[in-house]
């Protein structure tokens, strides 16, 4: 598949969804170092699907998984990005290296475009257990906490982009 990804990464407005190339590549190989070094500098496309809207969910300050905040119920839906849990209990926050990998997944998932750097402090901050790339495919890849606070450490000290474009 390769369709441009419209107003989505303003600063890269030709993005076709495409894999970063040296990411890719260091997927393929299941070379934890070279997904190490390139990740942070990389797009990378988190989903957002639409979840059905509780009419009794009253959505507490705490909660801020759903983009949105139709109280209305009947067929209506929020906006949120999928959590992935193992048969532990071990949450793990889902992202793509390539369109194609995220509508191999959920074709209904809508791609964000978001920097690698970025991704791993999310990650981070909602204190998810992992970071699972290409869940389904071509190259399944997960990225531990103690990897994904090293990334960030490493992120912040070489003062890697962090802003909303990638």
């Known amino acids: 598949m390769n369709h441009l990804l419209p107003g989505m990464t303003p600063s890269a407005p030709d993005d ?3 894999p970063d190339p040296e990411l890719a590549a260091a997927l ?3 070379d934890r170092v070279a997904v190490h070094a390139r990740l942070p500098h990389a797009r990378l496309l988190v989903p957002v699907v639409a979840m059905p809207h509780d009419a009794g969910d009253n959505h507490g300050a705490g ?3 759903g983009a949105g905040d139709n109280h209305g119920g009947g067929g209506e839906a929020d906006m949120a990005v999928p959590t992935l849990v193992n048969a532990a209990g071990r949450r793990g926050l889902p992202v793509f290296s390539a369109l194609a990998a995220l509508t191999d997944w959920r ?4 791609p964000v475009p978001v920097a ?3 991704v ?3 990650a981070l901050e909602e204190r998810y257990d992992g970071l699972v790339i290409d869940v389904a495919g071509p190259a399944p890849f997960v ?8 990334l960030a450490g490493l ?5 890697t982009e962090t802003g909303p474009d990638c």
């Open 28 to 30: 393929a190989a299941d």
């Open 116 to 118: 690698g750097a970025r």
């Open 63 to 65: 909660d801020n998984h």
């Open 155 to 159: 992120t912040h000290k070489s003062g």
């Open 120 to 122: 791993i402090a999310a």
């Open 143 to 150: 990225l531990e906490p103690a990897e994904l606070r090293l």
């Open 16 to 18: 076709r969804g495409d």
């Open 107 to 110: 074709p209904d998932a809508r």
